[in-house]
């Protein structure tokens, strides 16, 4: 599981997110959402050792990230912005990290089929188009076939039918009982793939459990979001 604990991380006189906490169990997919700006991705770069919390946890499994002896088979991630070099064959960027994590070469093609970038193979990533490249970014993710699952944004760029893919493959992963960490700004996506949801807005965490215990009587989880931060949508959004 991904348990978070009183995080805060301040930049100078800045402070970015302030007492996060929450956790994502096994078997669930849990939606981490916000508006761009929240809080999302600093939370998930502390999480992942990327960045240095100022006060407070972040563990996956027990462990900081740090402490993992095999990260990749134990915590599979694709964060916004992460890329491979242009210049790479899709393949030959999977080997390469499959390589420096000890994990057999023919893996590689496994996660392309199940991503379905298979006749892309020896495509150079500079050809990709965004929705190729978020695919390979989650077919690096699951290399390690890991328990746990990051994901910044999956799903941005991708056509209706990439986005149908990608959201079946996570229910099914959650039902092999791995844990599953969605982050998006995408609220009908999150309400259409996770069990549970964390909503943080301006860095503060202000409400979180099973998907329909937030949304409560609002009809919507946008219309459960803007009474939640007493924000109408165009001001928030």
């Known amino acids: 599981m991904i348990e978070i604990r009183g995080v805060t991380k301040r930049y100078g006189s800045v402070t970015a997110v302030e007492d996060v906490s929450f956790s994502a169990l096994p078997g669930r997919v849990t939606g981490f959402l916000g508006p761009n700006g929240a809080g999302k991705s600093t939370t998930l770069r502390i999480l992942l050792g990327l960045d240095r919390a100022t006060s ?8 900081p990230y740090a402490s993992l002896r095999s990260p990749l088979r134990t915590v599979g991630a694709m964060l916004d912005g ?3 070099l242009p210049e790479r064959r899709c393949i030959d960027h999977l080997r390469w990290v499959s390589q420096s994590n ?35 970014g989650l077919a690096t993710a699951l ?7 990051v994901l910044d944004e999956p799903v941005n760029g991708l056509d209706p039918e990439g ?8 229910r099914a992963y959650a039902e092999e009982g791995k844990t599953v960490l969605l982050s998006s700004h995408l609220m009908w996506e999150v309400s ?7 909503i943080i807005s301006k860095g503060k965490i202000i409400a979180s459990g099973p998907i329909g215990d937030v949304i409560g009587e609002h009809e919507t989880m946008e219309a459960a979001f803007f009474a939640l931060t007493g924000t109408s949508p165009g001001s928030s959004w």
């Open 56 to 63: 407070g946890t972040a563990l996956v499994k027990g462990q």
């Open 163 to 170: 986005i149908r893919t990608i959201r079946r493959s996570l």
């Open 192 to 198: 259409q793939a996770a069990d549970d949801v964390v």
């Open 143 to 149: 290399l390690g076939d890991p328990d746990v699952l």
């Open 102 to 136: 000890r994990i057999p070469a023919a893996r590689a093609m496994e996660v392309l089929e199940l991503v379905g970038l298979t006749d892309a193979a020896k495509v150079r990533v500079r050809k990709f188009s965004l929705g190729m490249k978020q695919r390979l």
């Open 82 to 84: 992460a890329a491979p």
